[in-house]
Structure formats: structure tokens, C-alpha cells
């Protein structure tokens, strides 16, 4: 499996960690400062390998704080990963092509990140039998059986289900639909879920207030009404709350909270989900 140093988003944790300790080493903590602007961009430096100068702090309370903007990132990526694509399909008016070609951008924008957890909590919470032992499996960098099957069946699923849509001419639109959906789906995880780990990026992301939350729904639910009208916007959001239930459910009993990689499996379930949902309404 790909090593957490291998992500951008853990190598900036680390930052943060080190940030902290120097603080509590000379009894100072340097004072918040931040903007919308700069909530944005931390949360695009967070979520993707797109690099973004200017942005080294990521203490909890900061990233907690730039959770409403996630579902804009999922946009602005969903996006930059679909320009190859819709070039690949003006030139081959395959679907399925388009498909492969926009997940690809977005894998490699975001380093895996998301793919990345779901492996490791598929092989966690399949492998291991006691809450530590889970906790290790999804630390070691090596994948598992039950990481190589989980990411079969996400990547098989989310290209089927474009497919679907393509079908209908709205392949292009559940891309979008699914990365803003999926990205307003990890701060509610973030809220209800406590850390499972006293380290991490599940700790060091902090928990961010409800009213962060909110915002980022209501953006995403404002995207999406813009993208498929009040209808589709309904049930794909239905659809990504349940899957951030079912994670959640699931999360709680086999760990008892919430890491880095139950953030990112949650994004990738909330796709399909989202997905799903998608393909049941157009």
C-alpha cells in the first residue's frame, strides 16, 4: 500500500505535530490567523498534491476551521481531472474511456489519499480481531487482500456507474456531483466520531464545529442544485449521509472513532453512494 509519507496531507500533519511541540517547548503558541482565502487553500494544500506556497500551518483548530470549503476543492479537482478526459473523449466518444481517464486525473491529484484509506480500513477491520491490532494493520504500509478486493470493487463501481450516466449524458455531472458530495461528507464524520488514535490525521484535524459542517452541506448542496436541480440534489445528499452513517456505525464498533483512513474510506463510500443515487433518479 502506499506510504503514508507518500501523502501530501500526512507530511503536512507532521508539520503541524512538530509546530506544536516547538510551541509547547517555549510555553508560546503562535495566534490563529486565517482568512476564507487562506481556509481554501489550506484545504486544497490538505486534500490534493496540487502544491500551495504560503500554507504551513495546519494546526487542528485551523484545518477543523477550513472544513467548509472542502466540497470547493472537490470542484476545483473534480474539475482540473476532467480536462483531459472530455479532450480524450472528443477523440473517441467512449464513455468508458472517459471514465478511466478522469479517475486517473483524479488519483493522481490527490495522491491516493482517499483510496489510499479505504485499503487500509478494509484490511484493519477485516484482518485484525482486537481494536490495536486493527489500529496496526491500518498503519503498515503493505496492502492486504481485503485492501486489493475493496479497491476493485470502488474503482469497477465508479466506473459502471458513469457509465450509466454517460448513457444519459450526464457522466461529466456525477463526476462533479460525486467530488463536492463526498468532500461535505468527511467533516460530518470529523463531528460525530471522536479520534480513534491519540496521533494522526484523525486527531490532527481537530473537530470541527457544527456550523463548519453546515456550511460545507449547504455549499454542496448549493453546487449540486446548481448541477442537477432540487430533486437529484435531494437524494444524492440523502445518499451520502447514509453512507457517512454507515461508516460511522461501522468505524465506532470496529475502533471506536474515527482516523485519517476512515476519513478518506468515507469519502470513497460516499461516492458510490452518491453515485448510486445519481443513476437511480436521471
Request: aromatic share 6%.
Amino acid at each position: 500500500m502506499i506510504s503514508k509519507d507518500h501523502n501530501q496531507n500526512e507530511t503536512n500533519m507532521q508539520s503541524a505535530d512538530s509546530s506544536k511541540n516547538d510551541g509547547a517547548n517555549v510555553g508560546v503558541e503562535a495566534p490563529i490567523k486565517t482568512s476564507v482565502i487562506s481556509d481554501f487553500w489550506r484545504a486544497l494544500a490538505l486534500l490534493s498534491r496540487v502544491p500551495v506556497y504560503g500554507i504551513d500551518d495546519f494546526r487542528a483548530e485551523l484545518i477543523a476551521r477550513s472544513v467548509w470549503s472542502w466540497p470547493l476543492v472537490g470542484l476545483l479537482l473534480a474539475g482540473f481531472a476532467m480536462l483531459p478526459a472530455m479532450l480524450v473523449y472528443q477523440l473517441t466518444e467512449s464513455i468508458l474511456i472517459f471514465a478511466i481517464i478522469a479517475l486517473a486525473g483524479m488519483v493522481l491529484l490527490t495522491g491516493c489519499m482517499h483510496e489510499d484509506g479505504m485499503a487500509d480500513c478494509a484490511d484493519g477491520f477485516g484482518g485484525g480481531f482486537e481494536r490495536a491490532r486493527k489500529l496496526e494493520i491500518m498503519r503498515d504500509s503493505q496492502i492486504g487482500t481485503y485492501g486489493v478486493v475493496a479497491l476493485i470493487l470502488c474503482f469497477g463501481l465508479r466506473l459502471v456507474l458513469m457509465s450509466v450516466a454517460g448513457d444519459g449524458g450526464q457522466a461529466a455531472i456525477l463526476f462533479l456531483v460525486m467530488a463536492i458530495s463526498s468532500r461535505a461528507a468527511m467533516p460530518i464524520m470529523m463531528h460525530i466520531l471522536p479520534p480513534a488514535r491519540n496521533d494522526g490525521l484523525g486527531k490532527g484535524a481537530g473537530r470541527p464545529s457544527l456550523m463548519m459542517v453546515g456550511l460545507a452541506v449547504l455549499i454542496a448542496a448549493i453546487l449540486a442544485f446548481v448541477l442537477t436541480g432540487l430533486v437529484t440534489t435531494v437524494v444524492v445528499l440523502a445518499g451520502a449521509l447514509l453512507a457517512v452513517g454507515l461508516m460511522a456505525m461501522v468505524a465506532k464498533w470496529q475502533i471506536g472513532g474515527q482516523t485519517g483512513d476512515v476519513l478518506g474510506a468515507t469519502q470513497l463510500l460516499s461516492e458510490l453512494f452518491v453515485g448510486i443515487a445519481f443513476v437511480a433518479v436521471i
